[in-house]
């Protein structure tokens, strides 16, 4: 089936430092999405992307919809312990209802 | 408003019994998911219903069945569990299957053993 790369796997990262993650895929995609999980809870969506190319902010978070619609990236600028969490990519299969999920970035933060 | 809810929050279940994971939303939404997360795995879709009375088959849909019992509630089946399904199952819903919005809101999630 199709699948979502998400890399780098985990990381950990000193408060106040900037993180960068992506999302790759082999098949072109309309509609990338941007979650976050933290421990024990449901996933919450953070910024949503339409148009390749397109740039969206959500405070300290920033995400770009690759110009091949086939990749994303998300940037996360100085880093704060509640970070912590798991950063899902996901995308719509055009004509569905139906959405993917990546594996998943999931990023620790150190005081 | 509570948003999604999901009972239980945790049931461990013995090989071949059966049980249904309830799902409720009060922000009147008219689609509803069920996901299920394996770890390493991300998140994998089992069903959807894109609006009350219609569902359909997602990802993974082997071993469960559904019901949209009404606009607020969306239900899970497990007929007869097996180990393989031991997992976490979050249920999702959004406002409009594809609508100019594709904001899912999960619920809390339900951890499944199955022994």
């Known amino acids: 089936g199709q699948q979502l790369n998400q890399s780098p796997q985990s990381m950990f990262i000193q408060e106040g430092e900037d993180v960068s993650m992506n999302c790759t895929s082999s098949s072109i995609f309309n509609t990338w999405l941007w979650y976050k999980q933290d421990p024990g809870e449901g996933p919450v969506l953070l910024i949503a992307l339409y148009k390749a190319g397109e740039l969206t902010s959500n405070g300290r978070l920033t995400a770009q919809f690759g110009t091949t619609r086939k990749d994303s990236f998300l940037n996360i600028s100085a880093s704060i312990p509640s970070d912590v969490g798991i950063y899902f990519c996901a995308v719509r299969l055009s004509g569905t209802y139906k959405y993917i999920f990546g594996t998943g970035t999931r990023l620790k933060v150190l005081a | 408003n509570a948003g999604v809810t999901q009972t239980p929050k945790f049931q461990v279940l013995k090989t071949g019994q059966s049980m249904t994971l309830q799902c409720a939303q009060d922000m009147n939404h008219n689609s509803m998911y069920w996901y299920r997360q394996d770890p390493g795995m991300g998140l994998r879709l089992i069903y959807y219903?894109?609006?009350?009375?219609?569902?359909d088959k997602g990802e993974v849909p082997n071993g469960y069945n559904v019901s949209r019992l009404n606009k607020r509630e969306f239900s899970l089946r497990l007929e007869s569990a097996a180990p393989s399904q031991t997992s976490v199952y979050f249920c999702?819903?959004?406002?409009?299957?594809?609508?100019?919005?594709?904001?899912?809101?999960f619920g809390p999630g339900t951890r499944l053993t199955v022994l």
């Open positions: 219903s894109a609006s009350e009375g219609t569902t």
């Open positions: 999702a819903s959004s406002e409009e299957a594809g609508g100019s919005t594709d904001t899912q809101y």
